[in-house]
Structures are given as C-alpha cells and as structure tokens.
C-alpha cells in the first residue's frame, strides 16, 4: 500500500505546485496565500508519504482529497482534478491493501513449520 500511496500522494504535491501557479495568476487571492494553503498542502502530502503506514494516515489522505477537490472554489478546474486523484487515492488504498494481504499470505505460506 505504501508505494501505491506514496506515489499517488507525489503526483498529488505536483499538481497542488502547479495548480498554486495558477491560481496566483488568476484569483483575486494575494500569493503570500496561495502560497501559504499551497505550501502546506505539499508539504502534507510529502509527510504524509512516509507514514502511510500509521493509524489515521489514510484518513488524513482523504482529508488531502477533500481539500483539493474545495479548492475548485479558487480555480474551478481542480473540481474535475481533485476527482480524479479522489480516484486514484481510493485505488491506491483498497488495491494496496489487497496487495499487503496477498505479500502476507505468501509469506506465511513460504515459512517452514515448526518442528513438533
């Protein structure tokens, strides 16, 4: 699950740099605010990539969703962006727990039996 989420959270910061370069050319907002909202949005996600594993993380991943699907409120094309990567945190998540079980099973089966 970690890669899987890790890389979706990277192309999430990417955009989120993007998107603040937009918006600063074309909202009414000062950029010291875009910037400020944008910064600490990247800066979640890259933190966010490292403990990915831990409880509540995902949770705070859907927060990330949430926020970048509201920031269609300052550039109306990050709606339709925000649902896409809504998207593909989702995959990430449910296929990267699939993937986490199937690593598991494999291991358990690969170990040898005790001796009685």
């Not at 907002?29 to 831990?54: D, Q």
């Not at 859907?62 to 300052?74: D, E, K, N, P, T």
């Not at 990267?96 to 039996?113: C, L, N, S, V, Y």
């Amino acid at each position: 699950m970690r890669t899987l989420c890790s890389s979706t959270l990277i192309g999430e910061a990417l955009l989120i740099m993007f998107a603040g370069l937009v918006a600063m050319q074309l909202s009414d907002l000062p950029a010291g605010t875009v910037w400020t909202v944008s910064g600490i949005a990247m800066a979640l996600c890259v933190l966010l990539c490292g403990m990915i594993n831990r409880p509540g993380a995902v949770a705070v991943g859907w927060a990330l969703q949430v926020g970048l699907i509201a920031s269609g409120f300052v550039l109306p094309t990050m709606f339709g962006l925000g649902l896409v990567f809504a998207g593909l945190w989702w995959c990430s998540v449910h296929y990267g727990r699939k993937i986490d079980e199937i690593k598991a099973a494999r291991t358990a089966a690969a170990e040898p039996a005790p001796a009685a």
